[in-house]
């Protein structure tokens, strides 16, 4: 075995035929190449076999480290740490648990690693508790399935030379030559050293091709660590080195002589805030920069909300189907061991469209089920559940019965309705009835499925599982077959990641198969650094930053460039390992791949030293930082300081134009709504109630007699009030004939999420508050007369009724009130809004607020 080190300046230089024929002259040249697809597209000049490592590996060691096999683990330590739970003796233990539980996915990592480098359990002599739980927990994975005794059987069969061989002659085509090129590569983690090694030993000459520049030691330092004599490579002044000009390289010339240099070919921006960075990458793209990052999953993070098209992702999170997917398997509760149902899941489940009744997308009837809701505070379990429908059920036939007026005219229906209808103030009874049955039929249907898919709580296998799921995910009717076919084609690769053989018949119960499913979706049982392999996205690794020259065309920005990533800190070790473990392990046991890990974690700052001088030799260079994100300031990368102190570039910031106060004072605010609406020249239309709504606030006037929407009470503090005032009203009507507390009792039942603290509340309220007091006894409509009564549902303050009383009274005089605007009520403060219905949703409230919440 032989091996040599070529060096290239660029890789568009590589055509250059005095290097070029060096390299090309090697009959039927393999390489195998550490790089980004594109960057393997893109040396396509070799047409030879190319091939990334980690599909090589994948050949190799075919069924190993793949989402099914790390599917399979999830179910397996979820349930051995389940079980662990519930068999602890104290709280501390129980917590201490959960903590653990939370870094499974670390873990897995780590078996997966630790096994690479040919390290056993019985290794780790490490006797800390957390050190010891994982242990166990490997353990526990080596005896699941032969996938780990298999992997080991592997690296000793491959040992042997002809074996080996064999494998690899059946992955390229060599020829008779045994001749191997490895391009890119800084160091070897230890999969990547034991094939290294299994290369030489089996008689193969390897070609290290590097970009290395001597003229800069410094900034290339990276490359000195694993091409070295020590590891079978020449020295470095044998390196092979391509013929061509090397040009100046700012950093390259600051490391090397500390003197000033000129650097005509780079920018650097700052920019004051995460907004400014955001706003600004319209112009990014669109002057043909490509963006890198030492930090690529924070800076997509940041930017996937903002530019979703640019993002080709692998989260099915994504996608309708994937949260119907998601919340579906999240009903599966692990402490209860049974079905459970959220106020979030079903709003996602609603919102998918993936349901449906009566040949109608439970789309339909979002707006519906936002009604339902807060009538179902508290409710959990399925059986919590079940019971609160049967009250509402009965609810709706022998209270909210007894008001629904019989029209065949709607808005005579409507005017009714506002007159003779006291429950239709309360969010859950003002929904259409026509369509409560289908809200009930879809949510009924949805613990159906729940029940199919989780059944008696027994073992069942992945294959069972996903025939299951793939069952329920069939066209409903009103679902266009376009929309059925996309969302379909999405969730396929669940299906695909799960039927390799190797997985398909593992069996486990039903909660852990939801947790590790769930885990899936959300992306993190994949290895980071391959979660986004041959995705589009908008942001690049600045390991990338090699195939700019191509890939870019030379225009590079390289963003969030802070101290904080740039050179970056030694890499970091997932629960429960550490650099002294493994040290310890290492020196126990000679015959492991360990210090490649650990010698590697040591050089994330070289190799960020290395890739942002590289970036440097392109035509032209961005670089940027935010200097506040949230509410911590970053200072500039040092690079950035020494580029901005030795160079003739300079800092600048964002061409963001700044608005002067006087300025934005002086704009004339825009009016959307049409203010020349007078109600006197309307007078007929609308009744003693409207008025009192629009001379109190004209935009709550728009939302229900204008939009039609019903002033129903959502939130809990409204609804309260709200039914205190229904019981006032009922003693008022019914003269003294009950006593509040019997009133009071009768209400409650219709409100059973309730609680008993709020009842004592709300009857001293009733007793204690004063009624207001209409004008008139009544108001008569067709052949009845309707209770005044019920301005007190509609005004829940008495300040607000008697405020809206005196602007309604000076309606028909000047000084009476004209056009449509929102009024948060000068006399009254924030009451207006504090009370109304509509604050939830109104762009003008005061107090506006996500009644949705974010509770899973």
Not at 574 to 590: F, M, Q, R, S, Y
Request: aromatic content about 12%.
């Amino acid at each position: 075995m032989s091996n040599r080190v070529y060096t290239y300046v660029k890789i568009t230089e590589l055509k250059k035929a005095s290097f070029f024929s060096q390299i090309a002259a090697l009959p039927q040249l393999t390489m195998s190449l550490e790089m980004d697809r594109s960057m393997a597209f893109d040396m396509r000049i070799f047409q030879r076999n190319i091939m990334g490592f980690s599909g090589f590996l994948q050949r190799l060691f075919p069924g190993w480290n793949t989402s099914g096999q790390r599917f399979a683990y999830i179910t397996v330590l979820n349930h051995f740490l389940r079980d662990k739970i519930r068999s602890a003796k104290d709280k501390s233990e129980r917590d201490w648990l959960f903590g653990c539980k939370k870094n499974l996915y670390f873990a897995i990592n780590n078996v997966i690693r630790l096994e690479e480098a040919r390290v056993r359990p019985e290794d780790i002599q490490d006797l800390s508790r957390d050190v010891r739980l994982f242990v166990e927990m490997w353990k526990k994975l080596e005896n699941a399935d032969d996938s780990i005794h298999n992997f080991r059987n592997r690296l000793v069969e491959l040992q042997d030379a002809d074996v080996f061989s064999d494998a690899v002659n059946k992955i390229f085509k060599f020829h008779g030559r045994k001749q191997i090129v490895w391009h890119g590569f800084q160091f070897l983690m230890p999969i990547q050293q034991y094939v290294f090694d299994c290369f030489g030993h089996a008689g193969y000459d390897i070609y290290a091709l590097i970009q290395d520049e001597g003229q800069y030691p410094y900034a290339n330092q990276i490359w000195e660590y694993l091409y070295d004599h020590k590891n079978g490579f020449p020295e470095k002044k044998m390196w092979i080195r391509q013929d061509a000009d090397i040009k100046i390289n700012p950093l390259g010339e600051i490391f090397e002589t500390g003197e000033k240099t000129s650097a005509s070919n780079i920018s650097i921006i700052k920019y004051n805030n995460t907004v400014e960075f955001i706003e600004d990458i319209p112009r990014i793209k669109e002057a043909g920069y490509y963006i890198y990052c030492a930090d690529d999953r924070a800076a997509n993070n940041m930017l996937k909300d903002y530019y979703p098209e640019q993002y080709e992702t692998r989260n099915l999170l994504s996608y309708p189907i994937g949260q119907f997917v998601y919340a579906l398997h999240r009903m599966w509760d692990e402490d209860l061991q049974g079905i459970v149902l959220s106020q979030n899941g079903l709003r996602k489940c609603f919102a998918s469209g993936w349901l449906s009744s009566n040949g109608k997308s439970s789309v339909n009837f979002t707006e519906d089920l936002e009604r339902l809701l807060p009538y179902f505070e508290g409710c959990y379990t399925v059986d919590e559940w079940k019971a609160r429908l049967d009250t509402f059920t009965d609810a709706c036939h022998n209270a909210v019965d007894v008001f629904t007026v019989q029209a065949d005219d709607p808005e005579d229906k409507r005017k009714q309705e506002d007159l003779g209808n006291p429950l239709r103030y309360f969010s859950a009874f003002s929904i259409n009835e026509s369509h409560i049955a289908e809200v009930m039929d879809i949510i009924d249907q949805l613990i159906r499925m729940a029940k199919a898919l989780f059944g008696g709580n027994e073992p069942v296998s992945i294959h069972e599982h996903m025939n299951k799921l793939d069952g329920m995910l069939y066209m409903h009717k009103g679902m266009p077959k376009e929309l059925y076919l996309e969302e379909r084609e999405k969730v396929k690769q669940i299906f695909e990641a799960l039927e390799s053989e190797k997985v398909r018949d593992f069996l486990c119960y039903p909660g852990d198969l939801a947790a590790a499913l769930l885990s899936f979706m959300g992306g993190r049982t994949d290895d980071e650094e391959q979660s986004h392999a041959g995705l589009q996205t908008l942001v690049f690794n600045i390991f990338q930053v090699e195939a700019a020259p191509i890939a870019a065309k030379e225009k590079v920005h390289i963003c969030l460039a802070d101290i904080s990533r740039l050179p970056g800190a030694a890499g970091k070790y997932g629960w429960p390992l550490d650099e002294d473990v493994l040290l310890t392990i290492a020196e126990c046991n000679k015959n492991t791949y360990l210090n490649n890990w650990i010698k590697n974690n040591r050089l994330t700052p070289l190799s960020n030293r290395y890739y942002l001088y590289t970036a440097l030799k392109n035509k032209d260079v961005e670089i940027s930082w935010i200097q506040k994100q949230g509410e911590k300031l970053y200072s500039p990368s040092p690079y950035i300081i020494l580029l901005d102190k030795l160079s003739d570039t300079q800092i600048r910031g964002t061409d963001a134009r700044l608005q002067e106060l006087p300025y934005v004072a002086g704009i004339y605010p825009h009016k959307h709504l049409d203010c020349s609406f007078d109600i006197r020249d309307n007078e007929k239309m609308y009744e003693h109630d409207a008025k009192l709504v629009y001379s109190l606030c004209p935009m709550r006037f728009v939302y229900e007699y204008v939009l039609g929407d019903s002033s129903a009470y959502r939130s809990e503090y409204q609804q309260n009030r709200a039914i205190v005032r229904l019981i006032q009203i009922f003693s008022k009507l019914l003269k003294g004939k009950y006593t509040i507390d019997q009133i009071a009792g009768q209400v409650f039942e219709i409100f059973p999420n309730i609680r008993k603290a709020e009842k004592r509340q709300m009857r001293d309220d009733a007793a204690r508050w004063p009624v207001m007091e209409p004008d008139d006894a009544y108001t008569a409509y067709k052949d009845k007369n309707y209770t005044n009564y019920r301005l007190n549902l509609i005004f829940l303050d008495e300040r607000i009724y008697e405020q809206a009383r005196k602007n309604a009274a000076m309606l028909m005089s000047q000084e009476g009130r004209r056009g449509i605007f929102y009024d948060r009520g000068q006399q009254t403060g924030s009451r207006n809004c504090e009370f109304c219905p509509h604050s939830v949703y109104c762009m003008s409230a005061l107090y506006g607020i996500d009644y949705k919440g974010e509770q899973g």
